[in-house]
């Protein structure tokens, strides 16, 4: 059957959180392609439920399930050897997908479905309570990008309330003559809290965003310890991050 290589190059992108995830699973139907995937470290979360743009020729009585392990080294660069501007083909084996484009011929095979980092949930949490909502809009990615460029230095992204402000930073607050970079994004009702991520998932959750996508703060007081949740219009992209004990 036909496949869309750059889709389906696009959807490993997004499931994986450019790569954080070190596995992917892609549940396929005619009109749909689904995963739900969860870093080892359980600190990042991708759940997807997007149309079916990489198998268009799928009967409406066919499902695929998909199992890979190490994607960005065991099928992207087969996929990066593909020209997506040409047809290209894909004929489905019980162990192992075959990539046909002309005398081209990539065999590219399943992993054992234990191995991939599943998230079994549809939320992290059905209980949880957001303080506040903003677009991820220029504003915030101007200042997204200022405190990126810091960043790699800490490993670390602060999101936190101070007097009523909702601020990004980037920095160590575990050593006192640290050196920081501190915006201000919005006004917020809520106590004073900080809230640490790290650094590679936000900026790689960033990254694979494309159209208007909405972020949510949550934080739990009694465990000083927080949330991100960055979603699109129609639910079909969903991200959770969890923040970490800074040290």
Do not use: H
Request: glycine residues 4%.
């Amino acid at each position: 059957m036909i496949i869309n290589t750059s889709k389906f190059k696009e959807f490993l992108k997004k499931a994986t959180i450019n790569y954080c995830i070190d596995s992917v699973q892609l549940n396929l139907t005619k009109d749909k392609v689904k995963s739900k995937m969860i870093t080892s470290a359980s600190d990042a979360i991708s759940i997807l439920d997007v149309p079916n743009e990489i198998l268009p020729e799928m009967r409406s009585t066919d499902t695929i399930v998909m199992n890979f392990s190490e994607p960005s080294t065991s099928i992207v660069p087969f996929l990066n050897l593909i020209d997506d501007n040409e047809e290209s083909s894909l004929d489905m084996k019980d162990e192992k997908i075959v990539l046909v484009q002309g005398k081209q011929k990539s065999n590219i095979f399943f992993c054992a479905p234990q191995v991939v980092n599943t998230f079994e949930a549809d939320e992290p949490r059905a209980d949880i309570n957001y303080f506040y909502e903003m677009n991820i809009d220029d504003d915030f990615m101007e200042s997204f990008n200022k405190i990126k460029k810091i960043g790699s230095k800490f490993g670390k992204i602060y999101f936190g309330v101070s007097d009523n402000q909702l601020y990004i930073e980037t920095s160590d607050k575990q050593n006192r003559f640290s050196n920081g970079l501190k915006i201000d994004l919005s006004d917020v009702e809520s106590d004073d809290l900080s809230m640490c991520f790290d650094f590679k998932n936000m900026t790689n959750v960033i990254s694979i965003l494309d159209g208007v996508f909405t972020c949510k703060f949550a934080y739990v007081a009694e465990q000083e310890l927080g949330m991100l949740f960055i979603g699109n219009e129609d639910g079909s992209e969903k991200y959770y991050l969890m923040s970490k004990r800074d040290a």
